[in-house]
């Protein structure tokens, strides 16, 4: 059974660094898909971040690229994702997901609050 | 980026009841268009993909139907279980973008 599970802080201060971390239990991370970040607010509903494949290639939402970064630790069976610079706006509900047929895997999401 | 837009955003329905909810996309996707459920404080879950393919595990009272820029999730007996918000989303250009929404509510 694959498992994915979202860990970093909950609280993050404005114009810092949102950094989260998946873990991947279940399955290898080095398998042929393609691991996402996904965002969840009341205001835009669900807003797709980026995703990035086990040898390191990417692909990032236009709108986030300037301030997204994501890697792959395949000794750790993980992923992670850092949005610098953030704002207000960037409070939302943080999941991860694998992509296969569809987002079929997702985690139970994280929810970052940016504020002093 | 291609815009996705459903319709209704919410509807109410009963026991039984069978529920269509369409999804438009600004551009063609082909066949690239997924469906998931989501029920609250709980992450989305896929029930079609590739416009029509029902994922494993999900009741065969799910359907989907549809190509290039229109596509329904019918639901046919709605289930208790069945009360959520469904999304569309397209896999065909980057970046991924979901529709609005649905609300199922009693």
């Known amino acids: 059974q694959v498992q994915l599970q979202e860990s970093g802080p909950a609280l993050v201060k404005p114009s810092g660094t949102l950094s989260l971390t998946c873990a991947v239990s279940?399955?290898?991370?080095?398998?042929?898909?393609?691991w996402n970040w996904v965002r969840q607010t009341p205001g835009k509903g669900l807003e797709w971040i980026g995703e990035?494949?086990?040898?390191?290639?990417?692909n990032y939402n236009p709108s986030l690229k300037s301030r997204v970064t994501m890697s792959v630790d395949k000794s750790m069976n993980q992923f992670s994702l850092e949005l610098t610079s953030v704002t207000a706006a960037d409070t939302a509900v943080y999941f991860c997901?694998?992509?296969?047929?569809?987002?079929?895997?997702w985690g139970q999401g994280i929810l970052v609050t940016v504020s002093s | 980026d291609i815009q996705m837009t459903q319709s209704p955003s919410s509807l109410s329905a009963s026991l039984g009841d069978r529920v269509t909810i369409t999804c438009r996309a600004s551009q063609s996707v082909s066949s690239a268009l997924n469906w998931y459920q989501q029920k609250p404080g709980k992450a989305p879950n896929v029930l079609i993909y590739?416009?029509?393919t029902l994922q494993s595990g999900v009741p065969s009272r799910f359907s989907g139907t549809g190509s290039g820029t229109d596509f329904t999730l019918t639901i046919d007996s709605l289930q208790p279980e069945d009360f959520a918000t469904y999304y569309c989303?397209?896999?065909?250009?980057?970046?991924?973008?979901f529709g609005g929404g649905t609300r199922v509510e009693f």
């Open positions: 989303q397209q896999a065909y250009r980057s970046p991924l973008t």
């Open positions: 590739a416009a029509s």
């Open positions: 279940g399955a290898s991370i080095s398998t042929n898909n393609w």
């Open positions: 997901a694998r992509g296969g047929r569809g987002l079929d895997y």
């Open positions: 990035i494949f086990h040898g390191g290639n990417t």
